[in-house]
């Protein structure tokens, strides 16, 4: 069983899980988009922050990185707010594929119904599923909700979002491969163009953790109060990262960890405790699935030392963070 999370168990151990793993020397920087190849693999930061705003930070959480898949979860919140769970469920899916996050493979054996909006292909047809008249209003809308989550702007890292149109085109394949289904709603280019531009969104660790913890308090951000999403969706939100965040080794996170998390192929992990808090974790190295190696092992044990495991029978019974 875990120490009570008080503040000042929280800040020990995240200090502590910054520390153990800072000089671990294992995985590669996602290298199929260019710029992130060259992104100091040394950096490394840490950060929880509990449903009521307060925030334990270890190593590099003030300088930013990109955010790419874990914005799928953003995304998926305004359209489960714009359109609702029954649209998604039937025009995307809510199940783990059992394959990579670009698997063509994956889309054509189930006649193009992406299956869930944290692979890239259900993450184009989320994005397309976005109402609007343009591909402008629909960047939009996008870029509102993940400035609602963070609480503050957010802006798009120009040398990513370069970098990453020049080479995606795989994802454009994705788009191409949904429309001849019928399983994308808006034009391919435009809705792949908007999820690249999501992608390149610009955020630190500690921005991060602030977007958990609005998960962590039921769509609520804890420092500006304001409402990033409907309070409903929120679990609809968590089931999807407990099955499908970090990709096709989610089943062997959830059996070390418990915990609904989501990665980025730029280094970032999201983890959120429902009620309790969000920890987020960044560093760029990456293991073969596309997940950072030490942000995986920090959280890992983070979610020992304090108990956090969801499957426990003892997750929960801590005292309250405030
Ligand atoms: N922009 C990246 C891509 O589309 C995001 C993938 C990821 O983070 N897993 O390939």
């Given at each position: 069983m875990g120490a009570p999370t008080t503040p000042a168990t929280i800040r020990a151990a995240t200090t502590e899980a910054h520390q153990r793993f800072q000089d671990l020397k294992e995985g590669q920087n996602a290298s199929y988009i260019?710029?992130?190849?060259?992104?100091?693999?040394?950096?490394?930061?840490?950060?929880?922050?509990?449903?009521?705003?307060?925030?334990?930070?270890?190593?590099?959480?003030?300088?930013?990185?990109?955010?790419?898949?874990?914005?799928?979860?953003?995304?998926?919140?305004?359209?489960?707010?714009?359109?609702?769970?029954?649209?998604?469920?039937?025009?995307?899916?809510?199940?783990?594929?059992?394959?990579?996050?670009?698997?063509?493979?994956?889309?054509?054996v189930h006649d193009g119904k992406p299956l869930n909006p944290f692979v890239n292909a259900g993450a184009i047809a989320t994005v397309s599923l976005i109402p609007a008249d343009s591909a402008a209003r629909r960047w939009e809308k996008i870029h509102e909700t993940v400035c609602a989550f963070a609480g503050r702007k957010l802006e798009v890292m120009d040398e990513v979002y370069r970098s990453e149109s020049a080479t995606n085109q795989h994802n454009r394949a994705l788009a191409w491969l949904l429309d001849s289904s019928h399983t994308l709603y808006s034009d391919p280019m435009e809705a792949t163009d908007v999820y690249t531009r999501q992608c390149s969104v610009g955020l630190t660790t500690y921005d991060l953790a602030v977007m958990g913890a609005t998960l962590a308090a039921g769509g609520i951000n804890p420092l500006t109060r304001q409402r990033a999403v409907k309070a409903e969706h929120v679990p609809r939100i968590l089931a999807e990262m407990t099955m499908s965040g970090l990709y096709d080794n989610t089943g062997t996170w959830q059996y070390e960890v418990g915990l609904p998390a989501k990665s980025g192929v730029g280094g970032g992990i999201l983890a959120v405790v429902p009620g309790r808090l969000a920890i987020a974790a960044f560093s760029p190295p990456l293991d073969r699935f596309g997940n950072s190696v030490r942000s995986q092992r920090a959280i890992r044990h983070l979610s020992e030392a304090l108990g956090l495991n969801l499957f426990a029978a003892t997750a929960g019974a801590s005292p309250p963070t405030r």
């Open positions: 260019p710029v992130l190849a060259r992104v100091q693999p040394e950096r490394f930061g840490l950060v929880v922050i509990t449903a009521d705003g307060q925030a334990a930070e270890a190593g590099d959480t003030r300088s930013e990185f990109a955010i790419e898949s874990i914005s799928k979860v953003f995304t998926l919140a305004r359209v489960l707010d714009e359109v609702g769970a029954e649209v998604l469920q039937k025009k995307v899916g809510d199940n783990p594929t059992g394959e990579s996050f670009a698997s063509v493979h994956a889309l054509v």
